[in-house]
């Protein structure tokens, strides 16, 4: 059974710098290969008597290679998998758009969802480093399991935080059943009712964010985009985001685990 993992890093400023050159370099493959993948499509329907082929992950990244790094040297200082996973990304996500899973790919945009993947050599040293290609080792703010052996990892932001993610391979535990049943009431005024009279309201907190939240958007609306102090107020309501996304994971996993489990089966 697989088990995803998912840890913050403690970095340094010139770490940072790496990491954001790496997500960048995977959205910039990304949206190219959107920007080729459209053009194929287009002259395909334009042209259905000299049709081309559909390029697979492989033929874009070998595309790539070929076209778009010489003429961006700056490919050569990151690694070759964070392109290379951005193209199979992409082919997977077109897999799911021609069998109407899922909407066409669009362009990616700086600062938002930025992510890449690595593989090769990865190795867990003491208890919260990790060492992975190119990039070095790294330290994580959790302790990290000595007997993992992940193959590939995901590094992600999240507003200034940057965090790593991997699979676990683990038994899964039978868990003995109950017999216990609830009925749940989902409601306005208070998030959930259960029949036992027992009553869970969303965290004060909650609501406070999401009102700050609201306010700073409204007074940042006005302001010069890209100026700095529309990247500050953008700064600031990211952090919000987070903080509210954290929250309401963990109010969730309260509410659920106190939940007799025989109720979600």
């Not at 459209?38 to 990244?61: M, V, Y």
């Not at 958007?217 to 509210?244: F, T």
């Not at 954290?246 to 509410?255: E, Q, S, Y």
Request: hydrophobic residues 35%; proline residues 5%.
């Amino acid at each position: 059974m697989l088990l995803g993992f998912k840890t913050e890093l403690n970095l340094n400023n010139q770490q940072r710098t790496v990491l954001a050159k790496h997500a960048g370099t995977a959205r910039h493959a990304y949206n190219w290969g959107v920007w080729l993948t459209q053009n194929i499509l287009a002259h395909n329907k334009t042209n259905p008597e000299s049709r081309l082929k559909f390029p697979s992950g492989i033929d874009l990244h070998k595309l790539l290679v070929a076209m778009v790094k010489p003429e961006n040297p700056w490919y050569y200082e990151v690694s070759k998998c964070a392109p290379q996973y951005a193209l199979k990304a992409l082919r997977d996500a077109w897999d799911n758009c021609f069998k109407k899973k899922k909407g066409a790919p669009r362009f990616k945009k700086k600062g938002q969802h930025d992510s890449f993947m690595l593989d090769g050599t990865i190795k867990i040293l003491g208890s919260n480093h990790i060492q992975v290609p190119v990039i070095g080792i790294l330290k994580t703010f959790e302790v990290l399991q000595q007997q993992v052996k992940p193959k590939n990892v995901t590094i992600s932001r999240q507003s200034d935080k940057w965090f790593m993610s991997f699979k676990l391979e683990i038994e899964p535990t039978q868990t003995e059943k109950t017999n216990l049943s609830v009925g749940v009431d989902l409601g306005v005024k208070q998030f959930a009712t259960l029949s036992d009279g027992q009553v869970f309201d969303a965290p004060p907190e909650y609501k406070r964010l999401k009102a700050k939240i609201a306010k700073l958007q409204y007074l940042n609306r006005n302001k010069q985009r890209g100026s700095q102090g529309y990247k500050d107020g953008q700064k600031r309501i990211a952090g919000l985001h987070y903080r509210l996304a954290c929250i309401r994971k963990d109010f969730l996993n309260k509410f659920t685990t106190s939940v007799p489990e025989d109720l979600w089966t």
